[in-house]
């Protein structure tokens, strides 16, 4: 069955990293676009990050350009996102997405915490 886990989420203080990866199976992942949301409470799922089938096409949210990351390698069948200068608003439930052909699948989230 189609399986997104994601890993790597935690608590950091305003000004640190993390390193978010997705690893996905049960779908052909070389074939999808590949997305990062997140949902912070009381506020709509947002996208942060997508990139393409071959990684020639990445987008990001203003909200996070220059500072957030995303990458896959397509023989891992894992999409990264790696997250720099973190602030207290990009405190969320981060999640994976795929869109492959018409369908959508999600991973179960991961949390991320920004604060001192």
């Known amino acids: 069955q189609v399986q997104l886990v994601e890993s790597g989420g935690g608590l950091v203080q305003p000004g640190g990293s993390l390193r978010l990866s997705c690893v996905a199976s049960?779908?052909?992942?070389?074939?999808?676009?590949m997305n990062w949301y997140r949902q912070a409470p009381g506020k709509e799922r947002e996208l942060v990050a997508g990139i393409s089938e071959t990684s020639r096409n990445i987008n990001y949210a203003d909200s996070v350009k220059g500072r957030f990351t995303i990458s896959r390698d397509n023989s891992k069948n894992t999409v990264y996102l790696q997250m720099n200068s973190l602030k207290p608003e990009d405190t969320a439930v981060y999640y994976c997405?795929?869109?492959?052909?018409?369908?959508?699948?999600w991973g179960q989230g991961t949390q991320v915490t920004v604060s001192s």
């Open positions: 997405n795929a869109a492959y052909v018409s369908l959508r699948y």
């Open positions: 049960g779908f052909t992942f070389s074939a999808s676009v």
